[in-house]
C-alpha cells in the first residue's frame, strides 16, 4: 500500500461531498500539472489518501480516502465546454488522467496548516516543500501522524 495527499477546495471536491456519498466513488478528475499527474499514474487500488482542503478560508486536512480505480483517460481533457479541456490531448494521445476514489473516514477536526508545520515528522513532507503540488507522495510515518493529528487513532 502507498499513501498519498490530495489538495482540493472544499467547494469544487471536498470531505463533505465524499461523505455525502459514502460508497459511491468519486472521480480525481482536473488533474493539470505534469507531476501530479504521475503521481495519479502511480496510485495503487487501495492506496489510502488523505484530503487537504486549499484555497478557501480554512484551510488544512480534513479526511482520509481511498482509492478504487487507478489511472484512467481524464475525460474532461476532451470536452470543450469543461475548464479542464486541453486541445494537445487526443484519444490517440491522452495527456491527462483522472482515478476514483471513495470516502473513508473525516477527521474529527480540520487540522490546519500551521499545526501542520510545527510537526518536526513533517519537515520534509511534499504538502511543505512542494506548495504547488495538488498530488504528492506520503510516508508511512507522514500518513498515520496526520491522522493522528485529525482524530484518528487506530
Same mark, same amino acid.
Given at each position: 500500500?502507498?499513501?498519498?495527499?490530495?489538495?482540493?477546495?472544499?467547494?469544487?471536491?471536498?470531505?463533505?461531498?465524499?461523505?455525502? #456519498?459514502?460508497?459511491?466513488?468519486?472521480?480525481?478528475?482536473?488533474?493539470?500539472?505534469?507531476?501530479?499527474?504521475?503521481?495519479?499514474?502511480?496510485?495503487?487500488?487501495?492506496?489510502?489518501?488523505?484530503?487537504?482542503?486549499? #484555497?478557501?478560508?480554512?484551510?488544512?486536512?480534513?479526511?482520509?480516502?481511498?482509492?478504487?480505480?487507478?489511472?484512467?483517460?481524464?475525460?474532461?481533457?476532451?470536452?470543450?465546454?469543461?475548464?479542464?479541456?486541453?486541445?494537445? #490531448?487526443?484519444?490517440?494521445?491522452?495527456?491527462?488522467?483522472?482515478?476514483?476514489?471513495?470516502?473513508?473516514?473525516?477527521?474529527?477536526?480540520?487540522?490546519?496548516?500551521?499545526?501542520?508545520?510545527?510537526?518536526?515528522?513533517? #519537515?520534509?513532507?511534499?504538502?511543505?516543500?512542494?506548495?504547488?503540488?495538488?498530488?504528492?507522495?506520503?510516508?508511512?510515518?507522514?500518513?498515520?501522524?496526520?491522522?493522528?493529528?485529525?482524530?484518528?487513532?487506530?
Amino acid at each position: 500500500m502507498q499513501y498519498w495527499l490530495v489538495k482540493s477546495e472544499p467547494d469544487e471536491c471536498g470531505i463533505d461531498d465524499f461523505l455525502h #456519498s459514502p460508497k459511491t466513488s468519486i472521480p480525481w478528475d482536473g488533474v493539470r500539472n505534469f507531476q501530479a499527474r504521475n503521481f495519479l499514474k502511480q496510485m495503487g487500488l487501495g492506496d489510502a489518501v488523505i484530503l487537504y482542503h486549499s #484555497s478557501c478560508r480554512h484551510i488544512g486536512i480534513s479526511g482520509q480516502l481511498q482509492v478504487t480505480r487507478t489511472a484512467y483517460d481524464d475525460p474532461l481533457q476532451f470536452q470543450l465546454d469543461s475548464p479542464y479541456f486541453d486541445a494537445k #490531448s487526443t484519444l490517440e494521445r491522452p495527456r491527462w488522467v483522472a482515478v476514483d476514489m471513495v470516502y473513508t473516514h473525516k477527521f474529527t477536526t480540520l487540522v490546519p496548516l500551521a499545526t501542520l508545520k510545527l510537526q518536526p515528522a513533517l #519537515s520534509e513532507c511534499y504538502l511543505l516543500t512542494h506548495k504547488r503540488l495538488s498530488v504528492m507522495p506520503l510516508t508511512f510515518t507522514e500518513f498515520t501522524l496526520m491522522q493522528k493529528l485529525g482524530g484518528l487513532t487506530h
